[in-house]
């Protein structure tokens, strides 16, 4: 079957209790590929009936789940990534048309989901709780790990499938079930990501489709136990203040402003391409994109050069041709783009390569991979996500006032530093305030390694051991198995121990 084909059978599917059904909503909305502007599908906004029940079924597998050893919990969750591989064609051409990556980002992706499902697969079963020192000679102190039961996964469009690996690896393999609900862009693919999940006790992964009422609705249920949400700050915000309200686990990872310092001591080529690749991948709809380019003032000219030739050499076009730059994801997202990139020019910044619409395009929101001089630190671009195609660069005079102007920011996600200076390389480790530092090495995740920002770019970690408590309760246990009197703190107090001036 094609993958059109596939489309035209997800039209308004939900995946509830193991299975795709038809939704009963009267509302939803069409996908679109962005690439060619026509319709892919219609999904449905899931009723709260169907919500409903989709939380019902997940608690209900959830607690038989839970019930299994962890090493068949581990087997099940490595069908899941192999899987995922024999799947890949099919899963990352269906992203593509979705949201117009190119072919190969969206394959890698589906790798890197993969091998997010073989690490967790192990990980959690390497340890649910350590044993303590006791306090009191004979006994038994530990602390054993729980799932929160069931989880909810709120994602955006930009990576649809690696980011539900992260998040639900963990989760499922800590005990826990997941319902997932997908970015309105990219419901289809998750929808079609099911497959990898059939061999699954039914409920245990599911998918709700619709708006951001459906969110709402699974994160403010009673019966659902902890959300792991990726997306904007505002909703980030407002996710977080709803599952205050009773305290239930958030991960909340919201937009990043990352920088990317650019040193004298580093090979120019490779500078130049590192910065170009971090800033035009998926089309700069990345949140850990680099979207505040510094450059010390002794290379600074050579580099912009460098850079815009790379721009200019970027091929355009639809995902599925041979390109390095696909459309932006929705027409919306674009109008949004290029007005960030108007206001930049409005403050003073200079389009020196790009800034437009690419020539020769009849449909499709397709933008130029776009690079700006002359920015400064107070400009609009230079202080929230663009989160799209565009590379601006602000000359520095000096490394201490390239860390300085980095940390002047309200994100704290990931931070970039092209030098081969030892001492540099240290002192951007320890002195760049954000989740992440790459040194000479942009953008890169390992499934073993905790990724997550601080400040507004949100809190708590996914990947890493770090990721396992993401999902899980730690609860203390003490056990006295003599079953003795406590003589040294109960009823009754000894009088040598009573106030000496009583
Ligand atoms: P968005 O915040 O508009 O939407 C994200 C998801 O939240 C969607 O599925 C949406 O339907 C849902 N939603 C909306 N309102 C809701 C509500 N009240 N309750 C529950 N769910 C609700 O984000 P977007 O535009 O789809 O994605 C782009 C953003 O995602 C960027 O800011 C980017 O930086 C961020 N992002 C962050 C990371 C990270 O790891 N920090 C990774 C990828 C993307």
Redesign the pocket.
């Known amino acids: 079957m094609s993958v059109l084909e596939d489309f035209s059978n997800l039209e308004a599917k939900l995946y509830v209790d193991g299975a795709l059904r038809a939704s009963k909503a009267s509302d939803g909305f069409d996908a679109i590929d962005p690439a060619t502007e026509s319709k892919l599908a219609h999904v449905a906004d899931a009723t709260d009936a169907e919500i409903d029940e989709a939380v019902a079924a997940a608690n209900l597998a959830q607690k038989a789940w839970n019930a299994r050893n962890a090493l068949t919990r581990a087997e099940a969750l490595h069908e899941v990534a192999r899987k995922l591989r024999t799947l890949a064609p099919r899963l990352a051409e269906a992203m593509t048309r979705e949201m117009g990556k190119p072919y190969k980002e969206s394959a890698d992706e589906v790798e890197w989901s993969a091998t997010a499902y073989d690490y967790y697969a192990e990980a959690a079963r390497h340890d649910a709780g350590r044993v303590i020192g006791p306090v009191v000679d004979g006994q038994f102190h530990f602390t054993v790990k729980e799932p929160l039961g069931t989880v909810v996964i709120?994602?955006?469009?930009?990576?649809p499938y690696v980011?539900f690996a992260w998040e639900s690896s963990a989760a499922l393999a800590t005990g826990n079930a997941v319902i997932l609900?997908?970015?309105?862009c990219t419901s289809l693919c998750s929808l079609l990501l099911m497959e990898a999940f059939s061999h699954l006790p039914d409920g245990l992964v599911q998918v709700v489709t619709g708006?951001?009422r459906v969110?709402?609705r699974l994160?403010g249920h009673n019966d659902t136990h902890g959300v792991a949400f990726?997306?904007?700050v505002p909703?980030g915000q407002?996710?977080a203040r709803v599952c205050a309200e009773s305290f239930k686990r958030a991960l909340i990872?919201?937009?990043?402003n990352d920088p990317f310092i650019v040193m004298p001591s580093a090979p120019l080529d490779i500078s130049a391409r590192a910065a170009a690749f971090a800033a035009y991948l998926n089309c700069g709809q990345v949140?850990t994109a680099a979207e505040r380019i510094f450059v010390h003032e002794a290379v600074h000219d050579e580099f912009v050069e460098r850079v815009v030739g790379l721009s200019r050499g970027l091929r355009i076009g639809n995902g599925l041709d041979k390109v390095d730059m696909g459309p932006m994801v929705s027409s919306r997202e674009r109008d949004r783009y290029e007005g960030v990139l108007w206001r930049a020019v409005e403050q003073g910044a200079k389009v020196v390569s790009g800034g437009g619409r690419p020539p020769g395009f009849n449909a499709g929101w397709f933008v130029e991979a776009t690079v700006l001089t002359d920015c400064t630190p107070d400009m609009d671009i230079m202080n929230n996500?663009s989160?799209g195609p565009a590379a601006p660069i602000c000359r520095v005079k000096s490394f201490d006032e390239a860390i300085e102007l980095a940390n002047r920011s309200r994100y704290g996600?990931g931070a970039n530093i092209y030098t081969t200076d030892l001492e540099e390389s240290m002192r951007a480790v320890n002195e760049l305030e954000a989740g992440m530092v790459w040194v000479n090495a942009p953008l890169l995740d390992n499934d073993a390694g905790p990724?997550g920002?601080r400040k507004m770019?949100?809190m708590g970690r996914q990947l890493g051991v770090e990721g396992l408590d993401q999902f899980r309760h730690t609860k203390l246990a003490m056990i006295d198995p003599h079953c003795t009197a406590q003589d040294f703190w109960w009823f009754p107090y000894a009088d040598e121990e009573a106030y000496p001036g009583s």
């Open positions: 709120i994602l955006p469009f930009n990576f980011l609900k997908p970015s309105e708006g951001g969110g709402a994160v990726t997306g904007g909703t407002e996710i990872e919201t937009s990043g949140c996500e989160f996600l990724f920002g770019s949100g």
